[in-house]
Nanobody, 127 residues
């Protein structure tokens, strides 16, 4: 079992920045791929970013490339999402997710492939 707890959400003005954190506990050795998804009201859950176990491979949704950065600190069992130049359309509940080893990198954008999910943290971008 893996437990994921997100933090760092809040209210920010357009153009501002936030850093989300996801702390993993339990069988953390199985967190081969970590990712962030988001879900806005009335919309489906959307892929945001993913990172491999060693941090070498990353993937980003086109909508956040150049603005968001995913990173992980395995010593702290924590994944981060640095969000810069935030836009109102970034408003959503952001979820942390983990994918076990054995799943291909080509699957990282598919929400149904992930094994564990956090409870979500609200990010609101508004004037």
């Amino acid at each position: 079992q893996v437990q994921l707890v997100e933090s760092g959400g809040g209210l920010v003005q357009p153009g501002g920045s936030l850093r989300l954190s996801c702390a993993a506990s339990g069988r953390t050795f199985s967190t081969y791929i970590m990712a962030w998804f988001r879900q806005a009201p009335g919309k489906e859950r959307e892929f945001v970013a993913a990172i491999s176990w060693n941090g070498v491979m990353t993937s980003y949704a086109d909508s956040v490339k150049g603005r968001f950065t995913i990173s992980r600190d395995n010593a702290k069992n924590t994944v981060y999402l640095q969000m810069n130049s935030l836009k109102p359309e970034d408003t959503a509940v952001y979820y942390c997710a983990s994918l076990s080893k054995g799943s291909g990198w080509s699957q990282v954008q598919l929400a149904h492939m992930y094994d564990y999910w956090g409870q979500g943290t609200q990010v609101t971008v508004s004037s």
